[in-house]
């Protein structure tokens, strides 16, 4: 590897346009440069049989192929599989492929570390490292796609709802939006993404004025304003009263619905009264409300709520017509559950 090269699996598609037209190329150049890229995942230019050497011999000059590696694979006795990655610059990520009856979900993280310290998770507990490139996140699709295709099976879906806040590494998930569901690429539905967020306000605005056709999902948790302070600091910044404009704006211009996740915290986040708030908070617009089981982190001031007092806070919410699921934790035993994603060395 050249460090004076750029690596091309961190560009975007309009990079890769701009290099053919600087090239004075056709235009379905740079489809193929993106199937062999992004679609076959080629580790060396060699490999691309129908480039022409004069595009070739550019490409060989300023580019190179950097590919994570996974250097730990670990399956839960659920099914669940988590993968520790290392990039070219030695930091580790992990991504998790999450099995049901008919699909096969990958979690893939955006970040190394998580400056946004939220109380009750693993990921944010040491701090913020960098964003992961655009490279770094399709290769957690890539790679884990590879090990179900050992296995006659593929991706399904996807959930950006690994180590980090997608939003604040905003142009590299976008740009690893479009790669991953171009027709020359993975060609994957963005009705299969969903993007969970903290409640990053400006972005979910962008989002929306960008008509990006994957789902949104929310990480509620409570909607009292000085519980949130406490768990997630981030509300501190955008208080719910922002997040619900941000919502409601999103609504208006996609249509799209919002799911809600809201783990539940034992005496913290677990009563009727709770319950009561958060099917007042949600008439927003339509929604789904996806209930998590917490799993309990080392050292975390937070337990699990109890059964008895989750299935009430359900039933109120199902009373009032609401579509709301109770969420098992998937992949405990392996620390791969929501949550337990956390930034380590080898
Ligand atoms: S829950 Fe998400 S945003 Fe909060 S600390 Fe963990 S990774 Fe960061």
Known sequence: MSNKKINIRDLSIDDIDNI?????????????????????GIDSFDKMKNIPAKILNNLKENYCINQIKIIQHQKSTDGTEKFLFESVD???????LIKSKNRITACISTQIGCALACKFCESGKNGFERNLSIGEIFD?????NKQCVENNTKISN???????????????????IN??????????????ITLSTVGIVPQ???????????????????????????????????????LKEAIKYYYKKTGNRITYEYLMLKNINDSLSDAIALAEFTKISPCKINIIEY??????LYKQAEKEKL??????????NLIVNIRKSKGTDINAACGQLAKKNK
């Open 158 to 176: 996807i959930v950006i709802m690994g180590m980090g806040e997608p939003l604040l590494n905003y142009d590299n998930v976008i740009n690893f």
């Open 179 to 192: 790669h991953i569901t171009s027709k020359y690429s993975y060609g994957f539905s963005p009705a299969r």
């Open 295 to 300: 799993n309990e982190v080392s050292d975390c």
């Open 90 to 96: 030695n930091f580790f990520f992990e991504g998790v």
């Open 20 to 40: 053919i037209i600087s090239l004075e190329e056709k235009a379905f150049r740079s489809k193929q440069i993106i199937d062999w890229i992004w679609n076959k």
């Open 140 to 144: 957690q699709i890539l790679l884990m």
């Open 311 to 320: 299935n009430i806070f359900y039933e109120y919410l199902f009373s009032k």
């Open 204 to 242: 979910i605005k962008k989002i929306a004025d960008n008509n990006l056709k994957i789902n949104m999902a929310i990480s509620l948790h409570t909607v009292n304003n000085n519980k949130r302070n406490l768990i997630m600091p981030i509300n501190k910044k955008y208080n719910l009263e922002q």
